[in-house]
């Protein structure tokens, strides 16, 4: 077993010492199983959350009403959640029930998908009641049960059919695509922030341009908080080359980067996601910087100064070759000034040469001579910068 589950194992074990079964179940079987890195380790139990308390040292209540537990007596802490059923869904979100149960069948039953539905004892036997394994080999996404049950009672898992298939690649089968066709409309009755996180994952995914395809297809996007289609972000999408794993502000940029959307659009259609202002403010200055780059390929040493470090960072997201990347970071490098700070006069040189008067033409005028040593046309040297703001402004007057 990967060390990921090594400590964790310690925790099984002493469950099922105390009579109780436990398993790894969700998300890290999953990519234990794919070779993908591992995230947090669940464990699933018959003991109920008191239970489980008392076989521990160190537990927090973390979503005890849930059944869940984190024991933090090993490594960094695991969450285990005692078996349960979720019934009547009246609303297509939250389970309105929670109901405990002991047999490890009725939880895998109301996972969401085949793949998301496998338990591993401590010792690395698998119970796969649900083809799962073959699933995951043929690299398909199918629901536990009937798709169209399943979506209905929580519709949310359609958002999670869409991301689980750009992150893994994995193909959506017929019946659950189909019925996420006819079930789409339902999603707008799901919180804008937890189809954000998904729809943030699905865009961070390999496969990202792909899942947004069948999104388009099947007929969701119309029903998505930001509507990509009214904001003319969906004729992009087939072409879209976002990174995986980049992170969450970089990615919404290269999507509205594509557009022609001005500033003040999109941040209209980011807080229709409810995005934080941290992360629109962060947005709205990647994306035309990346939007810039995307028309222009040959980029002049001025661009390259006033970006500064954004330039390298927004070439690596938008999926710049790293040769590159790399002879720009030498530009950068070799550039003769960094900032106008390094310009061999300053503000207060110019003021007391009498050639400027004071207030924004001073700033001015320390720009335009950035921007002419940057270009080559002028040295940076006292005498040098004197005399050609002293070409510049007699130039002016007449
Ligand atoms: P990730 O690597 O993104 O965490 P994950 O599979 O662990 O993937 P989680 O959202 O952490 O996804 O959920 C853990 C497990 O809980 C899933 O594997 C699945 O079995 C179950 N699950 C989560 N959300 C739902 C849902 N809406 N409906 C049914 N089962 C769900
Ligand atoms: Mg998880």
Sequence with gaps: LPQEFKDAQLALK????????????????RDMLLNKPIHDVDIA??????????LFNTTVDTGIQHGTVMVLDYGSGYEITTFRTESTYTDFRRPDEVT??????????RRDFTINALAMTYTGEMVDLFNGLSDLQKGVIRAVGDAEVR???DALRMMRA???SAQLAFDIAIDTQNALKKLAPNLEKIAVERIRVEFEKLLQGEKSAQSLEIAVRDDVIPYLPGNLQNWNLTPLISDLKLRQGQHHQVVWAHLLSRSS??????????????????DIKAVVMIAPIARQINAANIFDLYRIYSYRKELLEV????????QTIENIAHLFKTLPIKQTSDLAING????????ISPGPEIGRMLKKLAHAVLLGEVNNTTDSLFSYVEELTSYDKN
């Design 14 to 29: 002493r469950l099922e010492d105390a009579g109780h079964e436990a398993y790894f179940v969700g998300g890290a079987v």
């Design 45 to 54: 139990t018959s003991a109920f959350p008191e239970e489980v308390k008392n």
């Design 100 to 109: 405990f149960v002991r047999s490890l069948a009725e939880d895998l039953k």
């Design 151 to 153: 979506f209905t009672e």
């Design 162 to 164: 869409l991301r689980f």
């Design 261 to 278: 959307l001005p500033v003040e659009d999109m941040k209209k259609f980011m807080r229709l996601w409810k995005t934080s202002r941290e």
């Design 315 to 322: 070439l690596q997201l938008i999926g710049t070759d790293t």
């Design 348 to 355: 207060n040189d110019l003021l007391s040469s009498g050639m």
